[in-house]
């Protein structure tokens, strides 16, 4: 079994004795690679959190989480942010591009974190947005695109890193129910296309039904796991 | 490359608050190249009118003698120093006088007066008593000529061609010595101090009723380069100087005129001072409400990887694009508007400092200086005053700004 993902007994507490909240409590998980997995659940049942325990982006108050084996609650400052540079990409719910960069500039922005060559980089920006379906939009800043393009930009932008795993924190919530659709049928597609690992939050069930395994959260806990 | 671009535009995201805090700065630099020229103009005015206009650039004594002004305190014999002035390249022209207190009557009144001989060749390089003669003439070398300040002849009721007997002391004996002498000319150098209060005469004829045969009491000396006075290893101070003759310039003879200089250089500090912190203050603020607007954008850069120390570089580099905006502004506005103030003069009334009456404004200066030091200082200054914020948004943490409202 090739795990990439693995959460073991992971808590996460914020707040203080008495008024402390459970965000999540001894939620364990393993996800293999090439999975396209929805973690769904209410609002305020943990989906976010757990995202960003897995993502780096928070230390989980007791726990593990691995990454391809290795402990990220062990990592701190540059050394955490290259690892996420270099092996997960991230698709939020909006406001995901920066603003002043063109949708080809906010893609080749993480591959200029990684320090790849200028060409290298020119290539694979066009690559990606064809993947998405943006091509000829690449000179467009976000604020001339729709939201769903928005998306398809940061969907690419994840991918132009070649991540390990691309997480998705309710990537349809601002889009209508179509376009939300259309969103994960692309994110499907590369899934299959290119074996890579997805992990998204919705509570939407249109969005749900495209997913291929679904890990309920209930409470901070995990509820159920059901692979489709 | 992409950084570069990234943070230039980030600076017209909110292009009003961008161009206020330009402003600031900017006109923060402009104030400070004004108050420097400023200075500079007054300092100059200043010496100007110490150096230029009576006392020269340095000046050459018996030692002791402007403790008391004792009139028996003179160089008997001159030549010698006059020789070593004479060899020195820095000199323009040197200038004897004679220097004596004594009291001046007409028909009408009588006053105390500070009596001048001098040698009416050689002052003419060295000071402005022969552009100061409003009435009659200069000089010539005449044996009863004699000039008057215009208050001084009011004073004394007496005009042109007018007679007056002036009352001296002999230099070495101190016997009293008078005689007489008949007004050539009325002069007036603006300077209240000096118009009440001197007389010139040539200075043979001042030494002949003081007695004095060759000697004289004071050496007014001018140097080609203004700043040669200041240096005490030129050869005029080191050859000439000894136990017996001093040389002082005019920072020494004038510490008055010196301590004004030192505060106005304090005024400058202090203007400088108080407006760094202003535009600091402004810097630190324009700042941080450009982070706080993006603090979920920081957020989502940071969660694709960015590092922290990018985060850092990004907002340096974009106060270092605002600053050097504010340089280039600021360099434009002080130039012309510094050119124009040293053309017309700042109008400050009229007021007087140490005797000096400054009553057609302050002219400034504009010095190449002015225009590399300070935007220099802006710039280290807008660098420094960012270096908070940037530490700020450097420790913004992903998750926390992610959960920021848009």
Avoid at chain 2, 65 to 79: C, E, K, Q, S, T
Avoid at chain 2, 113 to 133: F, H, P, Q, T, W
Avoid at chain 2, 266 to 273: A, G, H, Q, R
Wanted: net charge negative.
């Amino acid at each position: 079994m090739d795990n990439i993902i693995v959460t073991r007994e992971v808590c996460r507490y914020f707040g203080s004795k008495d008024t402390q909240v459970k965000a999540l409590d001894h939620a364990s998980i393993e996800i293999q690679r090439g999975e396209f997995t929805a973690i769904i659940g209410p609002s305020g049942s943990g989906k976010t959190t757990l995202l960003q325990l897995i993502g780096g982006l928070d230390n989980p108050s007791s726990g593990q989480v691995l990454l391809d084996g290795t402990n990220i609650a062990d990592m701190t400052g540059t050394t955490l942010s290259d690892f996420r540079r270099d092996h997960i990409g991230f698709i939020f719910q909006a406001y995901n591009l920066i603003p002043v960069l063109s949708a080809e500039e906010n893609i080749e922005y993480i591959m200029l974190l990684q320090g790849i060559p200028a060409a290298q980089r020119k290539g694979r920006v066009h690559e990606m947005l064809r993947l998405v379906d943006l091509d000829g939009l690449g000179d467009r800043r976000p604020s001339q695109l729709s939201g769903g393009q928005q998306q398809r930009v940061a969907v690419a932008r994840a991918m132009a890193s070649q991540p390990d795993i691309i997480l998705a924190d309710e990537p349809t919530a601002n889009l209508d129910s179509k376009t939300g659709v259309a969103l994960l049928d692309l994110m499907r597609t590369l899934n299959e296309e290119h074996n890579m690992t997805f992990v998204f939050s919705t509570h939407d069930e249109k969005i749900m039904e495209r997913a291929r395994r679904l890990i309920h959260l209930q409470d901070g806990r995990v509820d159920s796991d059901q692979l489709k | 490359m992409l950084i570069l671009k990234l943070a230039w535009r980030n600076l017209f995201r909110n292009t009003r608050r961008t161009v206020l805090t330009v402003t600031l700065i900017a006109l923060s630099l402009t104030a400070l190249i004004i108050t420097d020229g400023m200075v500079i103009g007054l300092i100059e005015l200043m010496t100007g009118n110490v150096t230029h206009i009576l006392a020269g650039e340095a000046q050459i004594h018996r030692k002791g003698y402007l403790d008391n002004n004792d009139a028996d305190m003179f160089i008997n014999d001159p030549g010698p120093v006059i020789g070593k002035i004479k060899s020195n390249e820095t000199v323009l022209d040197y200038a004897p006088r004679v220097m004596s207190g004594g009291m001046v009557t007409s028909s009408y009144n009588v006053a105390g007066s500070m009596i001048y001989g001098v040698d009416a060749v050689r002052e003419v390089a060295v000071s402005k008593i022969k552009s100061a003669v409003i009435e009659g003439h200069y000089l010539t070398g005449g044996d009863q000529e004699i000039i008057i300040g215009g208050p001084l002849a009011e004073l004394l009721e007496v005009s042109l061609h007018d007679r007056i007997v002036l009352t001296t002391a002999e230099a070495s004996s101190g016997e009293i010595s008078q005689a007489l002498f008949r007004i050539t000319g009325i002069f007036e150098f603006g300077l209240p101090e000096l118009d009440e209060n001197l007389v010139f005469i040539n200075l043979a004829a001042a030494q002949r009723i003081m007695v004095m045969d060759h000697g004289i009491h004071q050496i007014a000396v001018r140097f080609r380069n203004p700043e040669d006075a200041k240096n005490r290893d030129n050869d005029l101070y080191k050859d000439i100087g000894n136990n017996d003759i001093e040389v002082l310039n005019w920072l020494e003879f004038s510490p008055q005129i010196a301590a004004m200089i030192e505060m106005s250089n304090y005024v400058t500090l202090v203007t400088c001072i108080i407006l760094f912190f202003l535009a600091a203050l402004g810097i630190i603020n324009s700042m941080f409400m450009s982070i706080y607007e993006r603090i979920y954008e920081f957020g989502v850069v940071m969660a694709i990887g960015t590092a922290p120390g990018s985060i850092l570089k990004l907002v340096m580099l974009e106060a270092l694009l605002i600053a050097l905006i504010s340089s280039v502004t600021g360099n434009i506005i002080g130039y012309f508007a510094s050119s124009w103030f040293e053309a017309n003069g700042i109008p400050v009334g009229e007021f007087e400092i140490s005797s000096i009456v400054i009553d057609s404004g302050i002219h400034t200066r504009v010095v190449a200086d002015q225009f590399i030091r300070y935007p220099i200082y802006i710039m280290l200054l807008t660098l420094v005053a960012a270096v908070y914020p940037a530490v700020f948004a450097a420790r913004i943490t992903p998750s926390e700004a992610l959960q920021r409202s848009l």
